[in-house]
């Protein structure tokens, strides 16, 4: 077992990674992909500070990750769903390409 | 930390030792003649046409979209099941109302025919 | 004989300790005593079964089967592994040469991981999780990606239609096989394989009446997450050349064709766990001979499916799961929860109609509904629909 | 000692496969990465005694979400091939941002003072009861938002085009 502060700061650091990523990444689904790490370092926050509490409220936290995840899944469905409705239509999935509104 | 988890961890380590060792051993152990004939894609013989990279068919993602849907309602089915028989018949209720509301969603999947394949 | 395999694992960390291992690192040496012996168990496992199958198979079709390496063709699993490993690593010019590398290494490792979960005798679990139950599920649903990368690697059309249909079926029979579980995870009030072996005793679940159908849907469900005849389509010969192991040689097919062996003997030692009792059984036979018996048996099922059946096409296989596997057990789930209820209440005849009542209509209604389908998707269809 | 070896193992797979990632030009590699660091995220999770979390986590992120990605990435026109230009111009700005955030984050750690404690591992039974009782309506609503998730998404992605 190791302190919270450890795990915390895997977590902080994979949520950096993932800014990165979504900033700078052209291809939306690298984007999903980027994304997907920042509510992964959210949902090992949840689960890490959650220790520092008694079982009963400790509860929560686990119960908080859970639905993360659960909402990750909604979130991805209808993400690569629009990534496909947009590549049949525009041929790419290049955020930069999807700029018909931009006049 | 627990031994479960350390089974788990040291197994896992020990595993994926094992696939490597195995992918890895026919580059020395085996024979090497390479070909141009030989590496290309075994297409019975035919000289292949066609880029295998290109766009397949969405339908394989339908399967996996519903799949993440009812693989997350069985992921919530266990932590009620085990206490299943302290919840009572309120708790079986309160199930029945999520699968519910899911068997909509597969019942609307089932009627604009995303379950089957052509 | 019972704990053969406990007193030596004791006496093999006793002596780690006599010899002056510091105590901090025995759960280690533990560990790893617990991971080394499955690690020997499981390949030697999957060899035999290919040996009993073929035997099997040998039979079903008036032949002798492998005879000639040892007495019985005993050696041959083991002339087999030494011709794999003298055949040409052939990579494709065009391939992902990474990829081509990393999925057949990759794709034994949560096959592997499935032994951990089961319990191989009385308190024999490797990991005696709380969880150790929805651990294995997981295990088993992370094929899934190593078979699409597997398929994908070698740039092969075959391949790649071979790793994705592979995948599609993977998880479409994924999800009835973790809800027919439910049902016995809700009997039993544990995820821990070795309570719900403890929970049974002599009271199989598989002679109740929502047990009876979940058994039959877990079988199936596990027959085609294994890929086995009938449903190894996404290998089907006559249309797919050999699915996503197309473009694989050697050693590294021989770790795919593995993966599957083990895999499928994984399921049946928890089909086993499950429904069959585990480990329960006549007194004077130690447990883990029991449980390996009966998953042999299971096993047996299997060879004999294959030596049997012919292959579903890869819609009637997708209806299959969804249309029918999936709303049974549900209703499975629901039966014996009515079961349960019916029979703390002290109707114990209603406890038993009721639940069969429901399953055997919503069985009967499925099947026809379904039937209806498979006709109509023999028939020509005259406009394809943009679906 | 095993404990520490173990920690610091995973700790690299996890993050050099989110930098792998984030940073690969082939998306099937990139997606590949996704699933190792979340394996990874996996087993930080066991080794914090949430064992559940840690099976949810294997279970619908590694063996879904990464599965719905790599289903993605193969059925993509040409998203096979490493792409010709996989950052955008902002890398500069990206950069900045990721590590100011993360150097924000750790520092803000560091010195705040976390009290030790032993880990508080609720089991399956608590997060059963939880859910059904203090969480009754998120789980509720969960089951609308994966509705509404399934059909938007069928809808959305469905092919309207003539293209076969």
Known sequence: MFSVTAYAVVSAILFGIGVFGAVARRHAVAVLISIELMLAAAALNFVSFSRLHPAQQAVSGQVFAIFIIAVAAAETLVALALVFSLHRSLKTAHLERFNLLKW | ?118 | MERLFIELKSSLIDLAAWFGVPAGWLPLLSAFLSAATIMAAAPVIMMYQTWFERKVVGRFQDRYGPNRVGPFGLFQPIADGVKALQKEDLVPAKADKLLHFLAPALVVVPTFMLFLFVPWGRGMVAADIDTGLLFFFAFAGLQAPIIVTAGWAPRNKFSVLGGLRAAAQVLSYGVPMAISAVAVVMAAGSLSSSAIVEAQGDNWFILTPWGAFAFVIFFVCVVAETKRTPFDMPEAESELVAGFHTEYSGLKFALFFMAEYMGSFAACMLATTLFLGGWSGPEFLPSWAIFMAKSGVLFFVMVWFRGTLPRLRIDQMLGLAWKFLFPLSLVTMVAEGLWYFLRTDGRMAGAILWPLAILAVSYWILSVVMMREFVRGNKPRGKQDAW | MPGEIAFGVIVVLTLGAALAAVLSRNLLRSALALMFCLLGVAGLFLMQGAEFLSAVQLLVYVGGIAVLIVFAVALLERAGEPLAASLNKLVPAAVAVGAALTMLLVVGLWRSVIAESPPASPGVKDIGTALLNQYLVPFEALSVLLLAALVGALLIARDTGKEG
């Not at chain 2, 479960?4 to 490597?20: D, R, S, T, W």
């Not at chain 2, 290309?40 to 519903?66: K, M, N, T």
């Not at chain 2, 199930?95 to 089932?110: I, N, S, T």
């Open chain 2, 1 to 118: 930390m627990p031994t479960p988890i350390l089974v788990i961890l040291v197994f896992g380590a020990m595993a994926v030792v094992f696939g490597m060792v195995g992918a890895l051993l026919p580059r020395f152990v085996g024979p090497r003649t390479p070909g141009k004939e030989k590496e290309r894609a075994y297409e019975c013989g035919v000289v292949e046409s066609g880029d295998p990279w290109s766009a397949s068919r969405v339908q394989f993602y339908f399967f996996a979209l519903i799949f993440l849907v009812f693989d997350v309602e069985a992921l919530f089915l266990f932590p009620w099941a085990v206490i299943f028989k302290d919840a009572g018949w309120l708790g079986f209720w309160e199930m029945l109302v999520f699968l519910g509301v899911l068997a909509l969603g597969w019942g609307f999947a089932w009627r604009t025919r995303s379950l089957e394949w052509e």
